[in-house]
Nanobody, 115 residues
Framework: QVQLVESGGGLVQAGGSLRLSCATS????????MSWYRQAPRKERELVAI???????TVTDSLKGRFTISRDYAKNTVYLQMSSLKPEDTAVYYC?????????WGQGTQVTVSS
């Protein structure tokens, strides 16, 4: 069974940084395309960044320059480095794994940015 466990969320002041981690188990990590999504209160879930099984990374245009996605194949973990955080970045951040047609989600981690 594939499991995704996010960590690293919390409360941070505007301008600060956080690094989210998503540890995976139950699958061959190198076969997975990994991504981060977020969902703010009363808003739809939106894509933040994707990193393919080959390591090609893409960040949503509006977040480029502040957010970076990376993965560690040895640790079966994907990361989201967030800097220059803004109050509008406040959301629950979710990790997603895609293996062929199968999609798996983590439980989410709360990020709150205070002004």
């Amino acid at each position: 069974q594939v499991q995704l466990v996010e960590s690293g969320g919390g409360l941070v002041q505007a301008g600060g940084s956080l690094r989210l981690s998503c540890a995976t188990s139950g699958s061959i990590f190198s076969f997975n395309d990994m991504s981060w999504y977020r969902q703010a209160p009363r808003k739809e879930r939106e894509l933040v960044a994707i990193i393919t099984r080959e390591g090609r990374a893409t960040v949503t245009d509006s977040l480029k320059g502040r957010f970076t996605i990376s993965r560690d194949y040895a640790k079966n973990t994907v990361y989201l480095q967030m800097s220059s955080l803004k109050p509008e970045d406040t959301a629950v951040y979710y990790c997603r794994s895609r293996i062929s047609m199968d999609i798996y989600w983590g439980q989410g981690t709360q990020v709150t940015v205070s002004s």
